[in-house]
């Protein structure tokens, strides 16, 4: 069993600055704090862990656990296939389906967790936050909480670069008459 013990939790904080945007050392940003709050979470779970794991033992399938381990917390409403309201943005009524963490929650946390765990000294090829089976795990997630809501999450289509840009712009006015010859 390892401690884990790391730069980020053992930071101070300066209490003379007034908060906002960090541009000194001092005060870590609102991003750093919370990176920081994260990944002692996710420490105290591998601690907590049966047997107890390091951070540098961690696979995806080891996120994943932690990410149902943490479904309990959530506050998002996400309606079972069998539930009447399934698919319906806003359901007229109360029903029993789990509570759950939203998908950009999730997808935020696995992002800080995943520069988290280098800050700590883990290598990049081997970042568990990383891992293919972590990120298709976000995309069913995403996709079934969109289907329980009755949303899309369509992927925005970059439209083809098209020439028009450099052309002279012509405008027509409504009092212009067309003629043909």
């Known amino acids: 069993m390892e401690s884990v013990s790391s730069p980020i939790t053992t930071t101070t904080t300066s209490s003379t600055s007034s908060g906002g945007g960090g541009g000194g050392s001092s005060t870590p940003s609102r991003y750093e704090n919370q990176k920081r709050r994260d990944w002692n979470t996710f420490s105290q779970y591998l601690r907590n ?3 107890p794991l390091s951070a540098a033992l ?8 932690f990410l149902h381990y943490l479904d309990q917390f959530g506050k998002t409403k996400v309606h079972n296939p069998t539930c009447p309201f399934f698919g319906l943005p806003n359901p007229p009524a109360p029903c029993p389906c789990p509570l759950r963490q939203a998908w950009g929650s999730l997808d935020a946390l696995i992002g800080r967790l995943r520069a988290a765990y280098e800050e700590n000294g883990g290598r990049a090829e081997s970042n568990p936050f990383g891992t293919r089976v972590v990120r298709l795990y976000l995309h069913d997630v995403r996709d079934f909480q969109a289907k329980a809501r009755g949303v899309s999450y369509e992927k ?3 439209r083809p ?3 028009i840009s450099n052309a002279p ?3 027509t006015s409504p009092n212009a008459t067309a003629t043909a010859t």
């Open 156 to 158: 925005k289509r970059k």
């Open 58 to 65: 961690c696979s995806g399938a080891h996120v994943l656990e």
């Open 169 to 171: 712009s012509v405008t």
């Open 49 to 51: 862990h049966r047997p």
């Open 161 to 163: 670069k098209s020439n």
